[in-house]
């Protein structure tokens, strides 16, 4: 997310807030001042706005948990984490890619609503041990208490974004091993849930006569976008099935000798022949890559002088694929917040080619002027 502030790494995680945060933590602050002021005329002024700021940072501490718990599953899976952001609707944990397995997505989604769970639990316990309507302890423990058990059983609702709609594409993902069959349902259901959101909302405002319950509405209105996006990213990708790698690979890259200049390979190569990704080999052997847009970054006055073997990324630091590999398995790849400048095709050790993102564009652009 833009205008995001970094704290730091928890489990060598980055952790961050949105500007719109500080709005959200301002408004829960004030609500709770509010209500402990009702509820405990007795306090001061200054107790009441001390207890309701630290309820509300340790609200969001609480759902700095339930995300922790997400990614720190998701990093043992072997999947990278590239951040959490706590913002205007609570936290969002930014994972590198989804599930390549249902059994993974269904423990990486179900972990931060059991431990939200777990930690209401523990929050009761100690409001019960503490219990004392003048004990400062008992009323934020049973405040956070509830928060904790209400954030938990909200998400595990069964409709996407929320965990229990990932829950539920995990399940039948798992059954009929169709992700594209499981992502639309939950999604669907995740929009009608956004719905059924907003009208309750917008009726309970009206009859309670509490403006501030069409709040509620905004977080509806959030799932039901989130969830809409969902479907039309499936819609998008479903363009490319049946593409492989080394499909892509074969049609927009050529070998070319490590000394050649990088003037030739514009003029022989990439204007003759409309080529954009050069494996560049040393006596047959592929030693690394040059794509279009390495060639793009350069000085021009540097194209007469620089060999492809000067210009390239060299191939011990590009990821590698099989060529029977699907073309929307390496989108997660180039939509990383630092991508490769390619990632190398290989047929059992032997190179073959490799595919950026702009090659795959422009095949499937093809693909698509061709009726195919």
Known sequence: MRSTIRLGKIFGIPVGINASWFIVIALITFLLKSQFSLEFPRWSPGQTWLLAGMTGLLFFGSVLAHELAHSVVATTRGIPVR???LFVFGGVSNIAHEARRPWVEFIIAVAGPLLSIALGGVLMGV?????????????????????????????????FPLDGGRVLRAIIWGITGNYRLATGIAARLGQALAGVSVVGSISWAILSEEPLRLWSVLIGVFLFSAASATIKEVRQRDRYAGVTAGQVSEASCVTVDGDTLVSDVVEHYALVQGKTCFIVSDESSPIGVIHLQTIRDMPKALWSTNTAAQAMTAMDALPWVEQTTAVVDLLDDFEDDNPPPAVL?????????????SEIERYMKTRQDLGM
């Open 83 to 85: 951040g959490i952001t």
């Open 127 to 159: 409001a019960y041990i503490t219990f004392d309507w003048n004990n400062s302890v008992y009323i934020v423990a049973l405040t956070l208490g509830w928060t904790n058990l209400a954030l938990g059983v909200f998400n595990l609702l069964p409709g």
């Open 345 to 357: 095709v290989v047929e059992g050790e032997r190179v073959v080619g490799a595919v950026t993102k």
